[in-house]
């Protein structure tokens, strides 16, 4: 099938072409990202491939539609930029990797825990300038520390036993009650009860509208004062501004973040040589504990060569006229 990939960067092309050696997909790059001034650039493609801050809005997706696509590919896990009713009004099909490794979000979740937790960012500059001194770098022990996850899927449920290994207390909320979580031993609870009682929280859920902003002022309030608080999932999940009046107050104390609300105009791309114009981004860049990755938890080579085999044999799939196991309805 002919596919036109957006948003793509080297590794994309790097795994796919590496994947499509086992398919017959003609596949064609752009670095461009989708939106309603490039999709007509999918003139003659039966597919596009895109990724978390594409653009598939109703206007998006008509446009395509006219250009003769049929397949919206996402390589990606989450479909929140997808408006489904609007695709199947217009007869088009969403296909996305519904898992691939959730280790690999997982263990950055730890990653930014242990960062913010024992400096070990700020160690590595001062130790490289024959800078010795302890100040400031005083961390605690994660061992008998009370985490809480809200959503225990597949990412969720290996950051639970991830921390169960360090000895941790896990809480953890989901819309559903799975029998899976007590043999783990995540102790199962309302949201209330784990804002009170966590020193971390890690959020694990979809960005739906039940979500949005689910941490806002209010819940914050709920949190015992010095919490860490680690989103890796969606940024739209946080309210921002109110994160930052809570870092000015100490409520919360440290923030590590793989996502942010706005990200779609930052990350992906080197604005190294640019004056970055989103000023609640560089007051959130200001604060020393804060961590900020640029949306690279998924990034190991073994999500992508996951993600780049399942996305493949989607597209084939709807080719060839099979059962899409991995398609995404309203
Ligand atoms: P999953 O679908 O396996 O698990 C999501 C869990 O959240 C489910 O158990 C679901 O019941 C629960 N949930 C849904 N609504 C909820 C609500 N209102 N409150 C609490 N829980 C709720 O998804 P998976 O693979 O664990 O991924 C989780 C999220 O991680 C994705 O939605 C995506 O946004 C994010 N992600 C981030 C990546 C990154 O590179 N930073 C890469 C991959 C995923």
Redesign the pocket.
Known sequence: MNVLFFSSKVYDSTFFNAANKSHQHKLSYLEVPLNKNTAVLANGYGAVCIFVNDTANAEVLRLLAEQGVKLIALR???F?NVDLGAAAELGMKVVRV??YS?Y??AE?TLALILTLNRKTHRAYNRVKEGNFALNGLMGFDLNGKTVGL???????LVTAKILKGFGCRVLG????KRGEFDEIGIEFTDLSSLYANSDIISL?????P??HH?IKKETIAQMKPGVMLIN???GALVDTKAVIAALKSGQIKYLGI??YEEEADLFFEDLSDRVIQDDVFMRLLSFNNVLITG?????TSNALESIAGITLQNIADFEQGRQLENEVKA
């Open positions: 990606c896990a989450g929140n519904p898992a959730p690999s979000v950055h809200i959503g225990l899927g597949k990412i969720g909320y989901d819309i559903e694990h859920c979809p960005l739906t039940q979500t689910i890796t999932s969606r793989d996502v949306h690279q938890a998924f990034f």
